[in-house]
């Protein structure tokens, strides 16, 4: 990105490791601010796993983690979340305003206060992603698409500097995945927000997207789309014959082996833009 | 209705009039909470093993209120130790709820008191309450209450909505293992008015009631508290006019009609 380069994240030599398992180690990665990377891989090499290492929750078992020159720490305000959208329940007592409302002040022990500034800023973060209409709605009534709007502005009231995302875009119909990563992306260029987007589909961020980090069976790769998503450095990262295709500027990695863990998370959501 | 006027000047009406208004007020609280974490199983296993507890203390010494908040307080402990996840916590419940109450049984058959001593456990028996008790009755509601107001926030986040909770911060298990004592602290208050069996009636039916009429979490706990308030404070009222029915049968009434009123009248207002 064109924003001037100040390195917001950094990794040295991390390694994650449960019990004789290794997630990845060495692992170096430095990330400046406003940069939009996306963490790609199959399932089970520990991208979530990273977010949560970021988040203060989970200990890297080896290296060092500096953001914003602090180690990783529970209950950092400086790192906004954002989860898989998920199913509330219809009858769930609780509106899209006050689930927003829980990310400024949720994690606060003592009596509730009325206090106007923050029901000011509330309203703000919920007009700015466009969720006004429906805010005051029981959030287990939303769609999938008015959910994550309302999860944006509630990551995005404490103004953290860094924005994790764990497959916000999964169960999500194409029109809401292009709408709702459109909004990420206008946030970071905003706030010169860094953006760690844990994905199993790059398409609908391949337009924005400054690198990528692949990880594949402890092992892992950075750079841009055009550098990592080829046929030739897929292939010597997953260690067997891997194909990577462009069809309409989208992207579809097909693995040769017939391994379905490996292969069929990233062609069946291109498929689906073809039909 | 000249007697229950009678009565209200008497101070055994009078204590059991403050014990139901503290009740209400704690179980009107955690209801909503109850729901949303799905422990209505949890508060039903909470209140046999506050049978268990009073069996024992009425054995032991003749103290079946303390009994009770022994074994509630027990029971929290090794729920809050044992599951953590949802299915796994609720057969743990299962196990250790049909043990607890075989332990009961056994103990009161141990027991050659009053019988009246035994059915006051199961069904409640708020007339009975000495100055003591009261005094117990109100230091521990007081505390669950005002614990309640201090973890509101927290508690309502890691109800619904674990993920961003854990990752804003909210500590996840201590949260969880302080619902379930302040949950036994209410189960064993509410035990002495309703009596073990019908818990429920006051931790559950009037938030259950409540969250139908509205989705903003604080209006749904001022309607839960004022239903349990309507239910205990009516049921007890009731009881006295009546002469001889225990308060408990017009509490489980009373909160019972309100559940039904509130979804009948939900009904016609989505048809209109």
């Avoid at chain 1, 703000?124 to 805010?135: D, K, L, M, S, W």
């Avoid at chain 2, 046999?48 to 929290?76: D, I, K, R």
């Avoid at chain 2, 302040?182 to 259950?208: C, D, K, N």
Wanted: glycine content about 10%.
């Amino acid at each position: 990105m064109s924003s001037p380069s100040k390195p917001l994240l950094s990794l040295k030599d991390t390694a994650l490791q449960f019990g004789e398992r290794t997630l990845w180690k060495e692992l170096n990665l430095t990330v400046n601010e406003g940069e939009f990377i996306a963490i790609l891989g199959p399932n089970g090499t520990g991208k979530t796993s990273l977010l949560r290492g970021l988040l203060g929750l989970q200990q890297f078992t080896e290296g060092t983690v500096s953001i914003r020159g602090t180690l990783p720490h529970r209950g950092n305000s400086d790192i906004g979340y954002i989860p898989q959208q998920k199913t509330f329940d219809k009858d769930l007592s609780i509106r899209g305003r006050d689930l927003v409302k829980l990310g400024l002040d949720g994690h606060r022990f003592g009596a509730v206060r009325r206090n106007k500034n923050v029901m000011k800023r509330v309203d703000e973060a919920i007009e700015e992603v466009g969720a006004t209409r429906y805010a005051d709605s029981p959030i287990g009534l939303l769609s999938g698409g008015e959910q994550q709007r309302l999860r944006i502005a509630q990551s995005l009231l404490s103004k953290p500097s860094l924005l994790l995302c764990d497959e916000p875009l999964s169960s999500l119909d194409l029109k809401s995945q292009q709408s709702i990563s459109t909004l990420i992306d206008s946030y970071r260029k905003q706030f010169n927000t860094t953006v760690l987007f844990v994905t199993h589909d790059i398409n609908p961020v391949l337009d924005i997207v400054d690198r990528v980090l692949y990880l594949v069976n402890g092992k892992w790769a950075i750079g841009t789309p055009e550098e990592i998503l080829t046929t030739a450095s897929l292939t010597q990262l997953y260690g067997t014959p891997v194909d990577v295709l462009r069809i309409r500027g989208r992207i579809i990695v097909v693995n040769a082996s017939d391994n379905p863990g490996l292969s069929g998370h990233h062609h069946i959501p291109a498929i689906k833009v073809e039909g | 209705m000249t007697d229950l006027f009678f009565y209200l000047t008497q101070p055994f009406a009078q204590h059991a009039l403050l014990a139901a208004v503290i009740v209400a007020v704690i179980c009107g609280i955690i209801g909503p909470f109850v729901i949303m974490r799905s422990m209505a199983f949890a508060v039903h296993g909470t209140s046999e093993l506050a049978f268990t507890g009073a069996s024992a203390g009425l054995l032991v010494g003749n103290n079946p209120l303390a009994g009770a908040l022994v074994g509630t307080l027990l029971f929290a402990s090794i729920i809050g130790t044992l599951g953590v996840r949802e299915r796994e916590r609720d057969s743990a419940i299962g196990v250790i709820l049909a043990f607890g109450l075989g332990v009961g049984v056994l103990l009161l058959s141990f027991y050659h008191g009053f019988a009246s001593e035994a059915t006051n456990i199961l069904f409640g028996n708020i007339f009975g309450v000495s100055s003591n008790q009261l005094l117990f009755l109100i230091v521990i509601g007081v505390g669950a209450t005002i614990a309640m107001l201090v973890m509101y926030r927290p508690l309502l986040f890691a109800s619904v909505d674990p993920e961003v909770a854990e990752a804003r911060g909210v500590p996840m298990k201590l949260v969880g293992i302080l619902f379930l004592l302040i949950l036994a602290f209410a189960v064993t208050e509410a035990a002495q008015i309703v009596g073990t069996l019908l818990v429920l009636s006051l931790a559950i039916t009037p938030a259950a009631a409540a969250q139908r009429l509205s989705s903003r979490p604080i209006i749904v706990t001022l309607l839960s508290i004022a239903f349990a308030l309507i239910a205990s404070v009516g049921g007890l009222l009731a009881s006295l006019a009546s002469g001889d029915i225990k308060p408990s049968v017009f509490i489980t009434f009373i909160s019972f009609g309100i559940y039904i009123v509130v979804r009948v009248v939900c009904r016609l207002q989505r048809q209109k």
